[in-house]
């Protein structure tokens, strides 16, 4: 017998804003006064995987491939995040 399949869901709101630091293979980002990125996990099923929450300072191992990749797995509760393209934008003073 299999399990049920189900789809997972991450829906946000807001800006991420914040600083990334890098050292070697490892990500460090904390969030910025002027962050509002609020995010909460839905699964097919119709459960919900956590309370809508704040952006929240993470610490992970990542890889990169220019204009096509970044993934990331978070160090301290080992979730893997893929993403297709992430854009990192400087901003003055920063």
Do not use: H, I, W
């Not at 050292?23 to 910025?32: A, D, E, F, N, Q």
């Not at 952006?55 to 797995?73: H, I, N, P, R």
């Amino acid at each position: 017998m299999s399990a049920p399949t189900r789809t997972f869901t991450l829906t946000t709101t807001g800006t991420g804003v914040g600083k990334v630091t890098t050292r070697g293979s490892v990500l460090t980002y904390t969030p910025g006064p002027g962050d509002t990125l609020t995010g909460a996990f839905s699964a097919s099923d119709g459960s919900s995987q956590n309370q809508p929450g704040n952006d929240l300072a993470f610490t992970a191992f990542y890889t990169c491939v220019a204009g096509e990749s970044f993934t990331y797995k978070v160090v301290a509760d080992n979730r893997m995040v893929y993403a297709a393209t992430v854009k990192l934008t400087r901003q003055a003073g920063s």
